[in-house]
C-alpha cells in the first residue's frame, strides 16, 4: 500500500541535512496542514522564517532554520 505523498514529505524533511531545502508545501505540513496564506502571515509575524528565491523565482527553506523554528514553537507553551 503506497503511503500518503505527505508522510514522503515529512518522512524526508526528517532524515535531511540542515542545509537541505524544501519547498513551500513541506511547511504547510510541519505547521500542521496550514494554507499557503497562512503560511505568509506566519512568515511576516516572524514565527516561520522567511524563504530564499532560487531560479525561476521559487521560495525554499533551508530544513536547519526550520527545524530551529520548530524547536522555539515547541518551547512557548
Known amino acids: 500500500m503506497k503511503k500518503p505523498d505527505h508522510i514522503n514529505e515529512l518522512k524526508n ?15 504547510q505540513l510541519l505547521w500542521g496542514e496550514i494554507s499557503r496564506s497562512t503560511v505568509w502571515r506566519l512568515i511576516k509575524a516572524n514565527k516561520i ?3 530564499e528565491k532560487i531560479g525561476g523565482g521559487i ?17 512557548q507553551q
Do not use: H, Q
Open 13 to 27: 524533511f526528517t532524515g535531511s541535512p540542515d542545509d537541505a531545502r524544501v519547498k513551500v508545501r513541506t511547511v
Open 49 to 51: 522564517p522567511k524563504p
Open 59 to 75: 521560495n525554499t527553506w533551508r530544513v536547519g532554520d526550520l527545524r530551529e523554528a520548530l524547536k522555539k514553537l515547541g518551547g
